[in-house]
Every structure is written in C-alpha cells, then in structure tokens.
C-alpha cells in the first residue's frame, strides 16, 4: 500500500515556473516506477512523465519535452516535478501516480498505477 501526497502548484503566470512535489509512504515506493498525471476542465487524463523505479529512465508526453524534469529521491520518499517555462495549456489538476507492479518499465497508462494522489491544482495565467 502507497499513500501520496503533492503538494508544490499554484498559479503562475505564462513563462514562469512550479516545483510539484509528491511524498510517498510505504515500503514498495522504491521499487515502483512513479508517474505525473494532469486533467484540464473538459479532458481526459494524461500522461505527463513518468520515471522507472531506479530514477535511471524517464518518459515524458511530447508536449512537455524540454521543459518539465522528473526526478526521485528513494530515500526520502519523494518524486519531483519541475516544470519550467509553463503554458496556458499547462493548466490542469496534477496527479502524482504510483505503479502497480514492482520493478516495471515507467508505464503511459493510467491502468499500470494503482495508487493515486488527490492533485494539485496548476493554473498558468497568459
């Protein structure tokens, strides 16, 4: 069982920058891959990044490549979320995810994550 908790969104204006933060507990956080998730008003949730269980591989959606950065801490229990020059479009409720099977491949899917943080809400102003 993973308990997540973000924390880190705000609201910012276009070109500017958040920090999103999630801290996990339980004993399997470092044995997890450990994704980002957004959903914006009226859309689907997607997928932002995703880093493996050992930090060494990292995934990202097209639409942040070059600007966001995941990164974990195993024994600190925290994966990070920095998102530089920020959209309009970047706004969404931002989930942190955690996998379902130990020692997988950083998964796309929101089925490959059984443990869910409540969001956090990042508005990026024009």
């Known amino acids: 069982q993973i308990q997540l908790v973000e924390s880190g969104g705000g609201l910012v204006q276009a070109g500017g920058s958040l920090r999103l933060s999630c801290a996990a507990s339980?004993?399997?956080?470092?044995?997890?891959?450990m994704g980002w998730f957004r959903q914006a008003p009226g859309k689907e949730r997607e997928f932002v990044a995703g880093?493996?269980?050992?930090?060494?591989?990292?995934s990202y959606v097209d639409s942040v490549k070059g600007r966001f950065t995941i990164s974990r801490v195993n024994a600190l229990n925290t994966v990070n979320l920095q998102m530089n020059s920020l959209k309009p479009e970047d706004t969404a409720v931002y989930y942190c995810?955690?996998?379902?099977?130990?020692?997988?491949?950083?998964?796309?899917?929101?089925?490959?994550?059984?443990?869910w943080g409540q969001g956090t809400q990042v508005t990026v102003s024009a």
């Open positions: 880093i493996n269980w050992a930090g060494s591989s990292t």
């Open positions: 995810a955690a996998a379902s099977s130990r020692y997988a491949a950083v998964g796309r899917n929101d089925f490959e994550y059984s443990y």
């Open positions: 339980g004993r399997t956080f470092g044995r997890v891959a």
